[in-house]
């Protein structure tokens, strides 16, 4: 499965819990692919 899929597939998912009444709060996660975690790289 392609990324592209994924992201799609995810969308759906939200789209659905916000039908639900879920409320959505954007979040910054952060680069997930940059090696700053020191607590792992010691």
Do not use: C, W
């Amino acid at each position: 499965m392609a990324e592209n899929d994924l992201v799609k597939i995810a969308k759906q998912d939200l789209d659905a819990m916000q039908s639900l009444g879920a409320t959505l709060v954007p979040t910054d996660t952060g680069n997930p692919f940059r090696q700053n975690f020191n607590f792992y790289n010691e």
